[in-house]
Nanobody, 128 residues
Framework: VELVESGGGSVQNGGSLRLSCTAS????????MGWYRQTQGNECELVGS???????YYDDSVKGRFTIAQDNAKNTVSLQMTNLKPEDTAVYYC???????????????????????WGKGTRVTVSS
């Protein structure tokens, strides 16, 4: 089983980035997907999750700026980030499990009931 994130990097305040997560080794269609982020050694906070186009969740801090999309044909989930701010600077992790059980705040890469897999993360830096 593997979740591999890509697309991180450095961007100016107000810029955009698109993160991708490619999954392998499990039935992607049966999994909900989520994106977490970790700032400065803190716990991971849930940025957003995707169960279906009609069932998504976004943290208030990213609503209207970030969009999650899942492509079952390609086994990928993306996080489109626009109007990035310095406070979005973090390591972003892809996760798979049951979205209704995703914890809003959790030690990064911790497995628990409803959380099955984590990626290794990709760093995003937003400069002012």
């Amino acid at each position: 089983v593997e979740l591999v994130e890509s697309g991180g990097g450095s961007v100016q305040n107000g810029g955009s980035l698109r993160l991708s997560c490619t999954a392998s080794g499990f039935t992607f269609d049966d999994s909900d997907m989520g994106w977490y982020r970790q700032t400065q050694g803190n716990e991971c906070e849930l940025v957003g999750s995707f169960s279906s186009p009609d069932h998504t969740y976004y943290d208030d801090s990213v609503k209207g700026r970030f969009t999650i999309a899942q492509d079952n044909a390609k086994n990928t989930v993306s996080l489109q980030m626009t109007n990035l701010k310095p406070e979005d600077t973090a390591v972003y992790y892809c996760a798979a499990g049951q979205a209704s059980l995703f914890k809003l705040l959790v030690p990064c890469r911790t497995l628990y009931s409803g959380m099955n897999y984590w990626g290794k993360g990709t760093r995003v830096t937003v400069s002012s």
